[in-house]
């Protein structure tokens, strides 16, 4: 029989952190404050071991930072509007706030269970319309600085079941649920501006805390700064011409096609005058169902129509055939390329497809290379290249020619960004109605900021078809317009619930307000968050965003910061048979059954003892019999240590006090690196010499006694 008795233990404890308000945390403290925050959950409704690590982090750090004296503030809310519930809903009939409210309750049980601090005090769901509510207000606020408007763009269009799709929703290409062919379809959507940030959004991480490199590696990929030249080609026998641009103008004189991407704005004129149109019409449309990722593929094999129509190089007037191909991408620089077989790989493949020109014009220094086999990427000196000849490659021959068509008005100096706007609509039910009203008179109009929030409707069919489904309440759709009265129709989509996550943290700080979102002066005091910690999953798309949401309530005046998270932690993934755990692939480990046989204390210490935290870990339960046991030895010791009988010696038991300061010097040394199983080894350690001693040991002094007491 464990004389460490887990299950009571854990329960008392439990409660009487609860009632003493250990987590409670008070914006205004004489102490240093600490936001100490994990990525709130979407309440899927059972804890995994990925959660569990993720808690157990955080708690780690709450708990420290404590007993060191600041003021933490952890809380913990639900990222509880999205698909799955409305998926459900259609399955099952079950409305999704039930569905979704019922696995918010198991999941804040079983967290409580877990034994982590959090300030339930401050929870906020996302789906919940106090939430909502403010979610809206700030999209109004951005709607009115300008930095959210409304414009055509292609979504996911299932041809069989005549509803829009998720991204999540389309398979290679088809739809999830009948396996018909996706089609992109043209929709008047929602977009917020982040790509006015991009550049703030990538300095910025400079001048940030402590991220993992590959998480500020991503980002920086993401937001893609490129710095080349733009200029325009000339479609030779008629008025026509279009801009392309290139980081590569050093390789001018290797340009032996052109290509346009199928969307591109010129088209249609081409179309006009082209020999080659019904082909091409045909190309457009086929291109349509590609998703942007097939186009880039290295892999795929490249296709393009001929245009039968050429354009002149302005460095030397050669005369060069103008092509249509979709690898060319018409968001993206000017959607329109100089092609350069010899020297980059895409032309390249393309060039062997169709069987057009390859020209050198780049060497290395030894004259020894050739483009027979492969394209020439590497840098060297010009050749074939008129009066550039003998330059170094790329910088310097690019600023030379980019003097010449400078000069003649041809080009100049741009700097693109990969980073779109970001697309915030969804034809969707489960996510927070887009507040504006559409009135024929006065166009849109935000609804007024008293009437918010603007509720869900009630509906009885969930399923999306030509428009959203919130189409299909009448009381919903039919308002007056908040400017000039007249009847008008709301929006029917909803927001992407990045959106809901893009500001939540602010929202804990504040999280009662009922006049605002938040108060100014205290998101000033606590942000940014000291330590953010979550899955690597969300390093580019929500950290992103909610950099960006900063930064524009910044500039509307809301708030005055402009980076939310100061250090950010990733955690490593907990795979099972070689992949992640989830429910879809039937590897799911229930934390739970562990509380029962083990206690959550010896599942949490096993967690952290597995792995150095951020490495991604396969799920072996082997270990946790020895965290129990570890944890019964540490019992046992300190019913020993309490009950040796004690001296009147005023001298310490040097032993006992060296594992006690030993104990602290790790568990100092190693938290503020994060290196939480490098601590945990080391108490087990220092707990073995410590029985050792004890075995032996049949006294205790006073002062050794009082200086135990005063340290744990
Ligand atoms: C000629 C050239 C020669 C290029 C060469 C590269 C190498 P980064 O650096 O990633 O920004 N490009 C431009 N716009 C494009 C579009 N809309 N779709 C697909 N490709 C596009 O990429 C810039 C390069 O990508 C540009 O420089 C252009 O190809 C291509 F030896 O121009 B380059
Ligand atoms: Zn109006």
Known sequence: MDSYDFKNLESKWQAQWDTSGLASCEVNSSKTN????????????????????????????????????????????????????????????????????????????????????????????????????????????????????????????????????????????????????????????????????????????????????????????????????????????????????????????????????????????????????????????????????????????????????????????????LWVADYVLVNYGTGAIMAVPGHDERDYEFAKVYDLNILQVIIDENHSINIDDEPFTDRGILINSGEYNNLKSHDESSEEILKYLTKNGIGEKKTTFRLRDWLISRQRYWGCPIPVINCSKCGLVAESLEKLPVLLPEIDDYKNSEDSPLAKSKEFVNTSCPKCGIESIRETDTMDTFVDSSWYFLRF?????????????????????????????????????????????????????????????????????????????????????????????????????????????????????????????????FEKLFSLEITNQHEVDLEIIRKINQSIYSITKHLDKFEFNTAVSDLMKINIELTNYLSSASTISVETKEYITFNI
Not at 277 to 294: G, M, P, R, T
Not at 625 to 632: S, V
């Open 34 to 321: 600490f936001y100490n925050l994990c990525m709130y959950p979407y309440p899927s409704g059972d804890l995994h071991m990925g959660h569990i690590r993720n808690y157990t982090i955080g708690d780690v750090i709450t708990r420290y930072k404590q007993k060191n004296g600041f003021n933490v503030m952890s809380p913990m809310g639900w990222d509880s509007f999205g698909l799955p519930a409305e998926n459900a809903a259609i399955k099952t009939g079950i409305h999704p706030k039930k569905f979704t409210e019922e696995r918010i309750s198991n999941m804040r049980e079983q967290i409580k269970r877990l034994g982590s601090l959090y300030d339930w005090d401050r929870e906020v769901a996302a789906h919940d319309s106090d939430y909502y509510r403010w979610t809206q207000y700030l999209f109004i606020k951005l709607f009115e600085n300008d930095l959210a408007y409304k414009e055509d763009a292609p979504v996911n269009w299932c041809t069989s079941c005549k509803t829009v799709l998720a991204n999540e929703q389309v398979i290679e290409g088809c739809c999830e649920r009948c396996d018909a062919d996706v089609e992109q379809k043209n929709l008047n959507q929602w977009f917020f501006k982040i790509s006015e940030y991009s550049e703030e959004l990538l300095q910025g991480l400079d001048a940030i805390g402590d991220w993992p490199s590959n998480v500020k590696a991503m980002q920086e990929n993401w937001i893609g700064k490129s710095q080349g030249v733009e200029f325009s080609l000339n479609v030779l026998d008629t008025d026509l011409n279009f801009n392309v641009f290139t980081t590569r103008l050093d390789t001018l004189y290797g340009m032996t096609f052109a290509v346009l991407a199928p969307e591109h704005s010129i088209i249609n004129k081409i179309l006009d005058i082209s020999p080659n149109s019904d082909e091409i019409k045909e190309y457009i449309l086929n291109s349509k169902s590609k998703s942007e990722f097939e186009r880039m593929s290295i892999s795929k094999k490249k296709t393009g129509i001929d245009t039968g129509l050429f354009v002149s190089n302005p460095i030397n007037d050669e005369k060069v055939p």
């Open 509 to 637: 700080l504040d999280s009662n307000n009922t006049n605002l979102p938040f108060d100014k002066e205290i998101i000033n005091d606590w942000l940014p968050i000291n330590q953010y910690i979550g899955g690597v999953e969300h390093a580019i798309l929500h950290l992103l965003y909610s950099r960006f949401f900063v930064k524009a309530l910044r500039d509307i005046g809301m708030l005055d910061v402009s980076e939310p998270f100061h250090n950010l932690f990733s955690q490593g993934m907990i795979n099972f048979g070689g992949t992640k755990m989830s429910k879809s692939k039937g590897n799911v480990v229930d934390p739970e059954s562990y509380f029962a046989t083990h206690g959550a204390d010896a599942l949490r210490l096993y967690i952290l003892f597995m792995a150095p935290p951020s490495d991604g870990v396969e799920w072996n339960d082997g270990g946790i019999e020895g965290t129990k046991r570890f944890l019964n030895k540490v019992w046992d010791n």
